[in-house]
């Protein structure tokens, strides 16, 4: 199993849909968990942290299910400008973090 | 302003040449580390440092090396890039606090072609 897993997409959605992104992660241990951007040939930009209460900022709803190892992403009245890669990042015992391939999102007029 | 910076944005070498890409931050983070992103991939650690510890990783081929020679500069050098080094290559920096590191931020990359 892949320490980090997310499908790759890409995911075509008109503007104003909902979307949601899934990931799994193989190490029960990891502490901490993120959502990154990233836009085409630009580095990654944290998008939201994921706690285990779920958070929710502005149209971006996070979910952590840590007894499925299980993390998602959902994405609300989706804008043009939404469209990029979104990472699954998990921060493992070893202290560094173990990024998934990433899911593109391309949200279209 | 810029936190992380890399230089350069953009670099092409030859096969063979050795290259070096520097990184600096402004953040005063402990934590630096060096990323290599190939197309339609995840980044994929090269190695980090906490403080001046350096900490490779198992699969970090040798020819690629750092030097962190203090707290806001650390440098990736190539020593005989081949082509399958092309690649992007982010630098990203960190706080280690109480056993635990903070949120990683990312310089804007450096984007390496070997020909």
């Known amino acids: 199993r892949k320490e980090v897993e997310q499908d790759p997409g890409p995911f075509n959605v008109p503007e104003g849909a909902t979307v949601a992104f899934n990931c799994t992660y193989s190490n029960s241990a990891s502490q901490s968990f993120f959502w990154y951007r990233q836009d085409c040939r630009k580095e990654p930009k944290l998008l939201m942290s994921v706690y285990s209460s779920g958070n929710e900022d502005g149209r971006f709803t996070a979910q952590l299910n840590r007894a499925s190892q299980y993390i998602s992403l959902l994405i609300r009245d989706s804008k043009l400008s939404d469209s990029a890669t979104y990472l699954c990042?998990?921060?493992?015992?070893?202290?560094?973090?173990?990024f998934g391939k990433g899911t593109m999102l391309l949200v279209s007029p | 302003d810029a936190m992380v910076i890399q230089n350069p944005r953009y670099q092409v070498t030859q096969f063979g040449k050795p290259v070096t890409l520097s990184c600096s931050q402004t953040l005063n983070h402990n934590v630096m580390y060096w990323y290599q992103q190939k197309s339609s991939q995840a980044p994929k650690l090269l190695f980090h440092y906490y403080d001046k510890d350096f900490n490779n990783e198992a699969d970090t081929p040798d020819n690629f090396q750092s030097r962190r020679p203090n707290t806001s500069f650390c440098f990736l050098d190539i020593r005989s890039p081949g082509l399958g080094d092309t690649a992007m290559y982010l630098c990203?920096?960190?706080?280690?606090?109480?056993?635990?590191?903070?949120?990683?931020?990312f310089g804007p990359g450096t984007r390496l072609t070997v020909l």
């Open positions: 990042v998990v921060n493992p015992p070893s202290g560094t973090l173990t």
């Open positions: 990203a920096t960190s706080r280690l606090s109480g056993g635990s590191t903070d949120t990683q931020y």
